[in-house]
C-alpha cells in the first residue's frame, strides 16, 4: 500500500514538473465517475492524463503495464491520482499517445470505461467522458467539425 502511494505521488510528480515533454503524454479535461455497488459515483470534472503503457513504463516499473494499451491517470483536488487501463484496444496507437489518438478515443464513443490498477481500489471501474452530443470536455479543444492537427 505505501508502496502503490509513493509510486502515485512520483508518477503524478513527474507527470506535472516536466518542462520538456519526453513524450507524448496527453492532458485533458474529462467528467469521470467511479463505480460502486449502488451504481456510478457522482461525475466531476477532472484533469486527465493519457498515454500508452510503453509511456507508462517509462515512468514506473512498479506496475504491471501492457505496452499496447492505452491508460488514464486521472487527478483529484485532493489525494493521489488513479492510474486507470482503459478496458479497450485502440488500433493504430503507436509508441506515444497523440492527441489525435484522444480524439479517436472520443470521436466515435463519448465515453470509455476503464479498471483502476493500484491502491485500495484496485480493480474498480471508472467511466472517462471524454465529450458531450455536441462539443469536446475540454474548453481548449477545438469545436467537434474542426479538424484536428
Not at 489518438?101 to 493500484?118: A, C, K, P, S
Request: positive net charge.
Amino acid at each position: 500500500m505505501a508502496r502503490t502511494r509513493i509510486f502515485v505521488g512520483i508518477l503524478l510528480f513527474a507527470l506535472l514538473s516536466a518542462s520538456a515533454p519526453a513524450h507524448a503524454v496527453v492532458e485533458r479535461e474529462c467528467i469521470v465517475a467511479l463505480q460502486a455497488r449502488s451504481g456510478w459515483s457522482k461525475a466531476y470534472r477532472r484533469t486527465v492524463y493519457f498515454m500508452t503503457g510503453l509511456e507508462l513504463s517509462r515512468i514506473t516499473s512498479v506496475l504491471k503495464i501492457e505496452f499496447g494499451q492505452v491508460y488514464a491517470v486521472i487527478t483529484h483536488e485532493r489525494g493521489l491520482p488513479n492510474v486507470v487501463r482503459l478496458d479497450m484496444a485502440l488500433p493504430g496507437v503507436r509508441r506515444e499517445f497523440t492527441a489525435a489518438d484522444f480524439v479517436r478515443l472520443f470521436i466515435g464513443e463519448h465515453e470509455r470505461l476503464g479498471t483502476q490498477l493500484e491502491g485500495e481500489g484496485r480493480n474498480l471501474k471508472w467511466r472517462l467522458r471524454g465529450r458531450t452530443n455536441d462539443a469536446w470536455v475540454d474548453d481548449a479543444m477545438p469545436a467537434l467539425g474542426m479538424a484536428i492537427q
